[in-house]
């Protein structure tokens, strides 16, 4: 295994110090930035031969991101990163928040370099307090060094960093959601156009990037976007962060090059716990559709790979069921935090969200009826790209991946008014 | 009126956005109040929106949008359990059932004597850790076991 990247100072016994980022060659790449006045679309190149994608779920390409920010816009611009990592299984953002939080202020400060701002926020999760702490103490002792502020580094560079903590919302993770949220206001999505490249955070140009996605550039500029890239596979460059949780022996957040095969982090994990038989994973966060674990034993950690099984890698957050779950009750669980985080502002999501877990429960409390399958199906075509945000589609793919590959678990739950699972 | 610690912890969070924005400093503000008090009353929202130069109802808006903010009053150290998926996979039910045979209590509800508080969370993203719950927010207890419960209830007894 190579040394990590992301978590480079894991080794120190303060990981978090900016004495030990130093000591691992902590803000070069911003100084090599600096120093050689790169140019922003020499780093935006840098970025897109790197291939790295957006980390937090939804995959797009980042230097093509950056490059929609407006170039020669007179006034403020903002930089926003998300670390509302509240996707049911992720927690590897944490991880960098905790351990490494000087690479996400490089990185930080490396792309409001390249888009020409002087503002950036990084919107921490409400639960990780913790987190969050070691945040607003990493700012402060980057302030003080000098690698936030104005002058960085003793260059004509000017970029701050504020962090904001959310209190308990997942739509937040939504990016205007969360822009919503910073600007003081209950998290409910915006209409996209215009995008937030154009009207984002106070209505100004703003670009949202994930933490993970942020923590790579400062390896991409010091090393050269091709050797991250190599890292990983086609379409899928680089290394990533894995959260493994749910039934191993050794749940943790393993950080592994893209295309490692499923198998392998799965032994990194400990194996499936007490021996137990693998049952069905779901690749990428709870919103991704679940897969048998006959089929993830096939298939790598990369966009394609995953896609073609049928699900997607979302945030790289594997979540394992052994033969022991019910997938009824599994669903059960997952419906109800859809329907209890819908923002309300769309009907089908709204109304969809409730109507999808009420099913469920009455399915997996023995009062389902044999048309529920067929109505569950037909409410998920009836929210999935109906709304304004990704949630109601979020809700809908766990139920249409639950059914595909268990329907028949839930039909005996029907039918025989109690679980497969458990006779 | 909002203490002079909360308004010094405002003012802080202020510096934070543009002079022109101080509405963006309102979750801080309502998560401080709670912090002091262990819940946010109507009249402390009135002084949020007074501090902060917004209407009433727009503090409002945001304090019941997000779960954190406890809109009754709760125990001195409330216990917030994760229920979702990882944490289910990993025991959440049997972590649910230890402290409602403890406190005897249920989500929701605070112990008679005010010490304890219990909430049902969602995803609080350290799913590595399940089972788990936070304590006041602030401080998270992962890979909890009917021991580590107790003796953590002990600690919390004492304070």
């Known amino acids: 295994m190579n040394a990590p990247i992301l978590l480079n100072t894991s080794h120190f016994e303060q990981p978090w110090t900016l004495e030990n980022y130093l000591k691992v060659g902590g803000y070069q790449a911003l100084r090599k930035v600096l120093a050689e006045k790169m140019s922003p679309d020499a780093i935006i190149a840098e970025v897109k031969a790197s291939g790295l994608r957006g980390r937090g779920g939804a995959g797009f390409p980042t230097g093509l991101k950056w490059s929609f920010m407006p170039r020669n816009y007179e006034g403020e611009k903002y930089l926003v990163c998300n670390s509302d990592e509240g996707e049911p299984g992720t927690c590897k953002d944490r991880d960098i928040l905790r351990y490494n939080p000087h690479m996400l202020i490089e990185g930080m400060a490396i792309a409001a370099y390249a888009m020409g701002v002087k503002t950036g926020y990084n919107y921490v999760h409400g639960e990780i307090f913790e987190a969050y702490e070691r945040m607003e103490a990493a700012c402060e002792e980057a302030r003080k060094a000098g690698y936030l502020g104005k002058n960085i580094l003793g260059f004509d560079f000017e970029f701050d960093l504020h962090n904001h903590m959310g209190y308990g919302a997942y739509v937040c993770g939504e990016e205007t959601a969360l822009l919503e949220s910073i600007e003081g206001k209950k998290g409910q999505p915006r209409f996209k156009p215009p995008f937030p490249a154009s009207f984002g955070l106070y209505g100004k140009p703003t670009t949202i990037n994930n933490t993970e996605t942020l923590a790579s550039i400062p390896y991409i500029i010091s090393q050269g976007g091709k050797k991250f890239a190599d890292l990983g596979v086609l379409n899928s460059g680089g290394i990533k962060l894995f959260s493994v949780s749910g039934h191993v022996n050794n749940p943790g957040n393993f950080e592994v090059p893209m295309g490692t095969p499923f198998k392998t982090l799965l032994e990194m994990a400990g194996g499936v716990r007490n021996g137990h038989k693998l049952k069905a994973v779901i690749p990428g966060g709870s919103s991704m559709p679940v897969l048998p674990g006959e089929i993830m034993m096939d298939l790598n950690m990369d966009y394609d790979s995953i896609q073609k099984g049928g699900s997607y890698l979302g945030s790289g957050a594997v979540i394992v069921m052994d033969e022991t779950t019910c997938m009824v009750r599994a669903l059960e669980r997952l419906s109800y935090f859809y329907f209890e985080e819908s923002c309300g502002q769309c009907t089908p999501c709204r109304e969809g969200t409730g109507w999808l877990y009420r099913i469920v429960h009455r399915i997996e409390n023995g009062e389902g009826r044999a048309e529920d399958l067929d109505l569950l199906l037909s409410l998920c075509e009836n929210i999935a790209g109906r709304t304004i945000c990704a949630l109601g589609d979020a809700a809908a793919w766990p139920v249409q991946g639950f059914l595909k590959h268990y329907r028949s678990e839930f039909e005996y739950h029907i039918e025989h008014k109690r679980c497969l699972v458990k006779d | ?159």
């Not at chain 2, 010094?8 to 963006?24: D, F, H, M, V, W």
């Not at chain 2, 309502?30 to 009433?56: N, S, T």
């Not at chain 2, 959440?92 to 909430?119: C, M, N, Q, W, Y």
């Open chain 2, 1 to 159: 009126m909002l203490s002079d610690q909360i308004q010094t912890k405002i003012n802080r969070e202020l510096g934070k956005y543009p002079a022109e924005q101080k509405q963006s400093a309102v979750m801080a503000a309502l998560r401080f109040v709670q912090d002091e008090k262990g819940w946010i009353a109507d009249e402390d929202m009135a002084d949020v929106a007074a501090y902060l130069g917004m209407p009433q109802m727009a503090v409002f808006e945001v304090a019941s949008f997000y779960h954190m903010y406890n809109l009754k009053p709760m125990g001195k150290h409330t216990l917030t359990v994760c229920t979702n998926i990882s944490c289910m996979l990993c025991g959440s039910a049997e972590t649910v059932a230890h402290l409602t045979k403890r406190l005897g209590i249920g989500f929701g509800e605070v112990t008679p004597d005010g010490k304890f508080g219990l909430r049902e969370g969602e995803c609080m993203g350290a799913c590595v850790d399940a089972p788990m719950f936070t304590i006041n927010n602030k401080k998270l207890c992962g890979r909890l076991t009917s021991e580590k419960i107790d003796q953590i209830l002990a600690e919390l007894d004492k304070q």
